[in-house]
């Protein structure tokens, strides 16, 4: 197939790679026409993936027209503040087609001000031009291990499962395996909400806690997760799956996570801009711990991890406070999946 992948950071350009090995026509768009050029000319992308040696079939550009017009497939791996944008600005070129492409996104958060998950802000933008419904991609994935072809395992959700069933095919190969999944919404949630409890993993590490205390985190933080998931409606056991469970292991126990480096860093006393700045990507965890904290909040769900989180973050809550606000909560009883949903 024809696939146009809109993103060139690091996610983008590895599953490009991806897609370009299983023999696809990959185009891949960016807006810097130095990074551009590097993966064109040098078919590598030192920005973001240093050292990575990337498909010599990969055709990068920066001309955003040809890239939607010719794509059969388009791939957004934008950040979630360009989500919206981006949709708008390739809206104008979907208009001139008569058959429209399978859109699919890979990015992991939740627009800020509306709370719309990815796939509702592209639907929201270009449902009338696209040839099928939304088809996320989500999973415990660093991108550093994909373009190095690292064993790695992913879902695709789409509330069309033969239109899922066509994205799995489109990037099966023996070290990028793939499964389908219909709930959207537990899908998209796991992949955003993680980064939350990465960030928090981050910190403690930061401030010299051991293992005890990370695993604790990820446990209730993956409590929270499928609290608030299932209040708005997503299946309880897609939060046990690769797009839950599995993305909250590799983000909260890996370097390679920008989030969980964010967190360390903002233990050091660094501040939210600092902290974006030095790790050179966009930390998604941060805008998703306000979102999420909002969300909790409007649908009445108890996330005393994400609410603390966002107190430390944004209205300067002193770190010890910000522990015993959590250690130091009224004695709770750890309701299991058997007994209650939440």
Same mark, same amino acid.
């Given at each position: 197939?024809?696939?146009?992948?809109?993103?060139?950071?690091?996610?983008?350009?590895?599953?490009?790679?991806?897609?370009?090995?299983?023999?696809?026509?990959?185009?891949?768009?960016?807006?810097?026409?130095?990074?551009?050029?590097?993966?064109?000319?040098?078919?590598?992308?030192?920005?973001?993936?240093?050292?990575?040696?990337?498909?010599?079939?990969?055709?990068?550009?920066?001309?955003?027209?040809?890239?939607?017009?010719?794509?059969?497939?388009?791939?957004?791996?934008?950040?979630?503040?360009?989500?919206?944008?981006?949709?708008?600005?390739?809206?104008?070129?979907?208009?001139?087609?008569?058959?429209?492409?399978?859109?699919?996104?890979?990015?992991?958060?939740?627009?800020?001000?509306?709370?719309?998950?990815?796939?509702?802000?592209?639907?929201?933008?270009?449902?009338?031009?696209?040839?099928?419904?939304?088809?996320?991609?989500?999973?415990?994935?660093?991108?550093?291990?994909?373009?190095?072809?690292?064993?790695?395992?992913?879902?695709?959700?789409?509330?069309?499962?033969?239109?899922?069933?066509?994205?799995?095919?489109?990037?099966?190969?023996?070290?990028?395996?793939?499964?389908?999944?219909?709930?959207?919404?537990?899908?998209?949630?796991?992949?955003?909400?993680?980064?939350?409890?990465?960030?928090?993993?981050?910190?403690?590490?930061?401030?010299?806690?051991?293992?005890?205390?990370?695993?604790?985190?990820?446990?209730?933080?993956?409590?929270?997760?499928?609290?608030?998931?299932?209040?708005?409606?997503?299946?309880?056991?897609?939060?046990?799956?690769?797009?839950?469970?599995?993305?909250?292991? =590799?983000?909260?126990?890996? $370097?390679?996570?920008?989030?969980? #480096? /964010?967190?360390?860093? &903002? *233990? @050091?006393?660094? !501040?939210?801009?600092?902290?974006?700045?030095? =790790?050179?990507?966009?930390? $998604?965890?941060?805008?998703?711990? #306000? /979102?999420?904290?909002? &969300? *909790? @909040?409007?649908? !009445?769900?108890?996330?005393?991890?994400?609410?603390?989180?966002?107190?430390?973050?944004?209205?300067?809550?002193?770190?010890?406070?910000?522990?015993?606000?959590?250690?130091?909560?009224?004695?709770?009883?750890?309701?299991?999946?058997?007994?209650?949903?939440?």
């Amino acid at each position: 197939m024809k696939v146009s992948v809109i993103g060139s950071g690091s996610w983008g350009t590895a599953l490009a790679n991806v897609l370009a090995d299983n023999g696809h026509e990959v185009t891949l768009w960016g807006r810097n026409e130095e990074t551009i050029a590097e993966i064109q000319t040098r078919h590598e992308n030192n920005k973001y993936l240093p050292g990575a040696k990337l498909a010599s079939s990969i055709q990068a550009t920066t001309d955003l027209e040809h890239t939607v017009l010719e794509a059969e497939a388009i791939l957004l791996v934008v950040p979630t503040a360009a989500m919206r944008q981006t949709c708008q600005n390739i809206r104008p070129y979907l208009e001139k087609r008569v058959n429209k492409p399978i859109i699919i996104h890979a990015t992991k958060g939740i627009e800020q001000g509306t709370h719309l998950r990815m796939s509702e802000v592209i639907e929201a933008e270009l449902a009338d031009v696209m040839a099928a419904p939304v088809v996320v991609l989500s999973g415990p994935s660093h991108a550093e291990e994909v373009v190095d072809r690292q064993i790695t395992t992913l879902s695709v959700a789409c509330r069309d499962l033969s239109t899922a069933e066509d994205v799995q095919d489109l990037f099966m190969n023996a070290y990028f395996r793939v499964y389908t999944n219909e709930d959207v919404l537990g899908v998209e949630l796991g992949g955003a909400l993680k980064n939350i409890i990465a960030l928090a993993c981050g910190i403690l590490v930061g401030l010299d806690f051991g293992d005890n205390a990370r695993a604790a985190l990820m446990t209730r933080g993956l409590a929270e997760i499928t609290r608030l998931g299932t209040r708005m409606g997503a299946d309880p056991l897609t939060f046990s799956g690769l797009s839950g469970l599995g993305d909250l292991i =590799v983000t909260c126990t890996s $370097e390679h996570s920008r989030n969980y #480096q /964010a967190g360390y860093m &903002l *233990a @050091q006393g660094k !501040n939210r801009r600092t902290v974006s700045s030095d =790790v050179g990507m966009v930390v $998604e965890g941060m805008s998703t711990t #306000q /979102a999420a904290a909002e &969300l *909790a @909040q409007e649908l !009445n769900v108890e996330m005393p991890i994400t609410s603390t989180l966002q107190a430390f973050i944004y209205e300067d809550l002193p770190v010890d406070k910000a522990v015993d606000n959590l250690m130091l909560r009224e004695g709770k009883t750890e309701a299991l999946m058997k007994h209650h949903p939440f």
